[in-house]
């Protein structure tokens, strides 16, 4: 059934998320673990369903994100933490399999980056995108954003913005970061962008807890 229900979701995670390049390369046969035996590669591929296995391994990438992690503090579930190990090589999977899956790169670059504090893992994953797609703006955008993100001056903070420009005009952008940049230009006094984008997540996003988030800044905003 869950095999069923996921290729039927295929559709809204093909085309726009994608760029042309060239054929992909030989599968890896890094199998991650967890993974169904429906998933096999091999058994994709004689099928002809590569991208099929891509989108996938994404649903099950943001199922497994979604999930809170076994053992921890209920304090630490609440405020959504955990380590996820396996974000890297299940993204890397899906990028073999399907190099135009841009979203899901941007995605879980991001997540990495951004969410759990994995920097040289976010690098990792672009890196290897952008040497399938050299020209894609949007990876070189995010590795810089992601290169300078621990840096803590407005500077350093205009400077990640400007790097994120690219990523924040796709229609693809994933919401994290769309908060994320919101919450960068109210910090630098920029009220107009932040409201701009905080406006624009409660009109993108049917999530509950960024919507709460977007509401409580634009009040926040709007009284200064």
């Given at each position: 059934?869950?095999?069923?229900?996921?290729?039927?979701?295929?559709?809204?995670?093909?085309?726009?998320?994608?760029?042309?390049?060239?054929?992909?390369?030989?599968?890896?046969?890094?199998?991650?673990?967890?993974?169904?035996?429906?998933?096999?590669?091999?058994?994709?591929?004689?099928?002809?369903?590569?991208?099929?296995?891509?989108?996938?391994?994404?649903?099950?990438?943001?199922?497994?994100?979604?999930?809170?992690?076994?053992?921890?503090?209920?304090?630490?579930?609440?405020?959504?933490?955990g380590d996820y190990p396996e974000i890297l090589p299940r993204a890397?999977?899906?990028?073999?399999?399907?190099?135009?899956?841009?979203?899901?790169?941007?995605?879980?670059?991001?997540?990495?980056?951004?969410?759990?504090?994995?920097?040289?893992?976010?690098?990792?994953?672009?890196?290897?995108?952008?040497?399938?797609?050299?020209?894609?703006?949007?990876?070189?955008?995010?590795?810089?954003?992601?290169?300078?993100?621990?840096?803590?001056?407005?500077?350093?903070?205009?400077?990640?913005?400007?790097?994120?420009?690219?990523?924040?005009?796709?229609?693809?952008?994933?919401?994290?970061?769309?908060?994320?940049?919101?919450?960068?230009?109210?910090?630098?006094?920029?009220?107009?962008?932040a409201l701009a984008l905080y406006r624009d997540i409660l009109a993108?996003?049917?999530?509950?807890?960024?919507?709460?988030?977007?509401?409580?800044?634009?009040?926040?905003?709007?009284?200064?």
């Amino acid at each position: 059934m869950e095999f069923l229900w996921a290729l039927a979701a295929c559709a809204a995670l093909n085309g726009a998320a994608r760029r042309i390049l060239p054929s992909p390369q030989p599968i890896d046969t890094r199998i991650v673990s967890g993974e169904s035996a429906v998933l096999s590669d091999a058994g994709f591929l004689s099928l002809g369903m590569r991208r099929d296995a891509a989108d996938l391994g994404f649903i099950r990438l943001l199922l497994y994100y979604g999930t809170p992690q076994a053992g921890l503090p209920e304090d630490v579930v609440e405020n959504g933490g955990g380590d996820y190990p396996e974000i890297l090589p299940r993204a890397q999977r899906i990028l073999n399999l399907d190099p135009r899956f841009e979203y899901a790169v941007i995605y879980s670059a991001g997540s990495l980056a951004f969410n759990l504090e994995r920097t040289n893992e976010a690098v990792e994953l672009l890196n290897e995108a952008i040497a399938l797609n050299p020209d894609n703006i949007r990876f070189r955008a995010l590795l810089a954003a992601v290169g300078v993100k621990n840096r803590k001056n407005r500077a350093d903070t205009e400077q990640i913005l400007k790097f994120l420009a690219p990523v924040l005009a796709s229609k693809d952008c994933p919401t994290f970061l769309k908060s994320m940049a919101a919450f960068l230009n109210a910090q630098i006094g920029r009220k107009p962008e932040a409201l701009a984008l905080y406006r624009d997540i409660l009109a993108t996003t049917t999530d509950a807890g960024y919507r709460r988030l977007a509401q409580l800044m634009i009040k926040k905003l709007n009284a200064r």
